[in-house]
C-alpha cells in the first residue's frame, strides 16, 4: 500500500460553543503545514441532500503520501493537539482509513 486516505467524521456536543468549532476547524485545516506526508486535505460540513450522516456534523478528508507518513501523523504531537480539542469538542468520532495506493481507480483520470 503506498497512499493512505485518512477520514474523520465529528459530531459536535451540543454544549461545544461555535468558537470550541472554529478551534477545532482551524487545528485541522493547519496540520497540512505542520505535519509532512499529507498530500491534500477536504473538510467541512455534510453538503449531502441524502439526510444519511447518523449525528455526523463536520468531517475531513486527509491523503497521505504512504502509509509510513499516515503512521508518523499518529502520534506527531500536531496531531495529538488537534485529537485533544476534537474529543473535548466532539461525542461522536469515526475515523476510517482506506488504501489508496497505486491500484486504486481513479474516474476520469486521463491515461
Not at 38 to 62: K, N
Amino acid at each position: 500500500m503506498s497512499g493512505v486516505l485518512h477520514l474523520v467524521l465529528l459530531g459536535w456536543k451540543p454544549t461545544t460553543s461555535e468558537s470550541d468549532r472554529a478551534e477545532v476547524v482551524d487545528g485541522v485545516r493547519g496540520l497540512p503545514d505542520r505535519i509532512p506526508g499529507i498530500r491534500a486535505l477536504h473538510e467541512g460540513p455534510s453538503v449531502s441532500p441524502e439526510g444519511l450522516e447518523q449525528g455526523h456534523d463536520y468531517a475531513f478528508a486527509m491523503m497521505f503520501e504512504s502509509t509510513a507518513a499516515r503512521d508518523a501523523y499518529l502520534p506527531h504531537p500536531a496531531h495529538l493537539e488537534v485529537a485533544s480539542r476534537i474529543q473535548a469538542a466532539a461525542d461522536r468520532v469515526t475515523v476510517f482509513d482506506l488504501d489508496a495506493g497505486d491500484e486504486s481507480v481513479v474516474l476520469g483520470s486521463a491515461e
